[in-house]
Structure formats: C-alpha cells, structure tokens
C-alpha cells in the first residue's frame, strides 16, 4: 500500500498552516499526518466525496478541512487530492 500527496494538496496545506501560528501549524500538521498515514484501515468509515462523483473519492474531515482521497484499488494507492475548508457542518 501506498499513500501519494496531489501538488495541490501540498500547495493548499502549505497555504492553510501558514495562517496558523508556528506551535498550532506544527500540531495541526503531525495530527493531519497520522489521520492519513491511518487513512488506509479506516477508509471504510470515511463518506463519500461531496466534490467528485466516484465510489472511489472518499472524504476526511479534520477540524473544519475537508481532505478527499481516492483510492486507486488495482495498485493498492491512496492519493490525497487536496485539502479544503469544510462548505458546512454535517452534524447540523
């Protein structure tokens, strides 16, 4: 199994922790790190995409970010395609 980051996905994370202060971007960054390196056992949880239209793009929610992946089953790959603020909150 593989995990890949999409540039966009670097681009936007780099964006988004460059808004927070040094010690919150280090813990929002290292918390983010290891929801995706566990994305793979937990994958089955995760909904499917509100931005794409495939079974395959599934959506992880982490404080008010939306990072969809999708997961490519003929090479056992997982790629990260971005990572957005939430449009709004399903618990509502």
């Known amino acids: ?3 890949l980051s999409s540039k966009l996905y670097e ?3 780099k964006s988004i922790l460059s808004t927070f202060a040094p010690k919150e971007a280090k813990a929002f960054k290292l918390y983010l790190d290891t929801v995706i390196i566990n ?3 937990k994958a ?3 909904k499917p995409s509100i931005y794409f239209d495939d079974e ?3 959506d992880i929610e982490h404080q008010g970010y939306t990072i969809p992946f ?3 089953e003929a090479n ?3 790629l990260v395609l971005g990572i957005l603020k939430k449009l709004y909150d399903s618990d509502k």
Do not use: E, P
Request: proline share 0%; charged share 25%; aromatic share 20%.
């Open 56 to 58: 395959n793009v599934k």
């Open 39 to 41: 994305m793979a056992s």
């Open 44 to 46: 089955k949880k995760y």
């Open 76 to 78: 056992d790959t997982y």
């Open 1 to 3: 199994m593989n995990i």
């Open 70 to 72: 999708y997961y490519d």
């Open 11 to 13: 681009t936007q994370l």
